[in-house]
């Protein structure tokens, strides 16, 4: 399609179809550096899943935990130790817990819960609880 096709087009009537939380498969992993404004953070766990309503696979950067009776979303930020393994009781050691399996590598082939991060969200994220 060309560029000036693009610039010509109207707002359709129809909404992005929202997919609802279900168990996903875990068919590949990707770890990204991230940084903003010069500032460099911990890499981010990015995993690869096949959700049983999508053809494609989807991409999925956040678990839900629950903590004091409430729930939070974060990031699967991977925070290592002073030894230089995964830091206990970061998000990334949450996910390997709720999996039951002991690093990212064994994720791949899990099947995970999924939630709505929030009702004004539409994403999914990982139901760590």
């Known amino acids: 399609m060309e560029q000036q096709d693009l610039l010509n087009k109207k707002v359709g009537t129809k909404e992005m179809a929202k997919l609802e939380a279900k168990e996903v498969e875990v068919q590949g992993l990707r770890v990204d550096d991230k940084s903003k404004e010069g500032k460099k953070y911990a890499p981010l766990l990015v995993l690869i899943c096949k959700h049983p309503d999508k053809e494609q696979t989807i991409e999925i950067t956040k678990i839900k935990l629950l903590q004091d009776e409430k729930t939070r979303v974060v ?14 009781g970061c998000s990334v050691h949450k996910l390997l817990e709720t999996a039951k399996v002991g690093s990212p590598s064994e994720l791949e082939g899990k099947k995970l819960p999924t939630i709505k991060q929030s009702d004004e969200s539409a994403y999914l994220c990982i139901k760590g609880y």
């Open 75 to 88: 990031g699967l930020w991977v925070q290592e130790d002073s030894e230089g393994n995964i830091q206990k």
